[in-house]
């Protein structure tokens, strides 16, 4: 049985991802010399990072699967707790990866090893919460979750705008800018 709310969660996490990568990508290319940095491309990908998943994805996870599994599995408890507990800690680590950006932008040179170490804690920690939602939440939802818990938690998930478009298209806009402003293979730009 599909489940539209963890396909719209799996999608989500497809587009982080790629945002990261892309970031991890640009990152890579600078140390390597074949880019120069372009901060105001790195900051909205983190801005794109923080409105998104942090701001939409995460709180739409905690009320509406989240909630409804807690009521049903006492085995999803324990990592539900772990899941929300990093949902929360999720603007202290966007806020950290900002500063490091900021001190790189500063510092010029002598500053990209911080932000890559920041990037790199960040990716990892985003890799490893993607991927305990998606090979552990997953399969207990699906054991302990009524077809009437699937419809009112799809409902809900579906009802939201989508959230890679944001109201009035401001994610749609970010992304599009993120697109045209990087360089392949990230994106369309020059480079």
Known sequence: MSNKSLDIIHDEHRALAAMLSGLRGLVASIEAGRLKPDFEL???????IEMVPE?????????YLFARLRERSAEALPVIERLE???????????????????YRREGETGLAGFQAALKTYIEHEWQHMNTEEHLIFPLARKHLSAEDWAQIDAAFLANDNPWQ??????????????????????LGDG
């Open 166 to 187: 944001g109201p009035a298209g401001k994610y749609a806009a970010l992304f599009t800018r993120i697109v045209n402003t990087a360089p392949a293979p990230v994106g």
């Open 55 to 63: 701001k939409v994805h995460h709180p739409k996870e905690d009320t």
């Open 85 to 103: 507990a990093e949902h929360r800690e999720g603007d202290a680590r966007i806020a950290t990866l900002r500063s490091a950006l900021e001190v």
């Open 42 to 48: 790195m900051a909205s990908m983190i801005e794109y």
